[in-house]
């Protein structure tokens, strides 16, 4: 398998690459594989070392995170009506949509804030989110905390770490990967409480 350099990814995609990254994974349907929490902390990693404009880079991600929710949210709630419409087939039965849409009811803010920091739910939940008909104004208000915790922290910690620690890019790797499991904490954690 060959080694994905996401530093080298980065430099030649520059801000508007990410930028473009960050909105896919966050609320196009097809975002769900692509590399948001890793992305983000090595574009930090690069503005400590002058490669990227750090104000730059977070102000674009913050934007992008904000409105690629939107879009997955807007999406949801066009599709959602048309779901209810359709017979029960297979992969598809109508009280997952009334399950989905009491699950926002109940937990809609926290899901929002919570599905910024795991990998995969992050681009479903909007989504989810549209189809369950929560109110928008609600979603907007946590996509706009989550995105600001996700898109501007994330970058940020990564500049840090590159500004005091020397040649952080060669413990990348086991960074990301701690940051990847760090990102499955908090819904372990809530689906624990919740049992």
């Known amino acids: 398998m060959p080694h994905i350099d996401l530093q080298t990814i980065i430099a030649a995609i520059g801000i508007s690459g990410v930028a473009a990254i960050v909105f896919a994974e966050s609320g196009l349907f097809i975002g769900f594989f692509l590399p948001g929490d890793s992305l983000l902390f ?23 995170a904000v409105l690629g929710d939107s879009v997955g949210y807007a ?12 017979e029960d087939s297979i992969l598809f039965h109508k009280q997952h949509l009334v399950r989905t849409e009491a699950f926002f009811a109940r937990y809609g803010s926290k899901a929002i804030l919570l599905a910024r920091f795991v990998p ?41 770490l590159g500004s005091v620690v020397p040649n952080v890019d060669h413990y990348l790797l086991p960074i990301v990967l701690l940051i990847i499991i760090i990102s499955f904490i908090p819904p372990v954690l809530e689906w624990r409480r919740e049992k």
């Open 42 to 64: 090595t574009a930090g990693l690069l503005a400590s070392q002058h490669l990227l404009h750090l104000p730059t880079l977070i102000a674009v991600s913050f934007l992008a």
């Open 75 to 86: 999406f949801g709630k066009r599709i959602g009506p048309r779901l209810f419409t359709r």
């Open 120 to 160: 995969i739910v992050r681009t479903f939940t909007p989504i989810l989110a549209g189809v369950g008909k929560m109110r928008y104004q609600t979603f907007l208000t946590y996509n706009v905390i989550g995105a600001f915790g996700w898109a501007v922290g994330v970058p940020l910690l990564g500049y840090w």
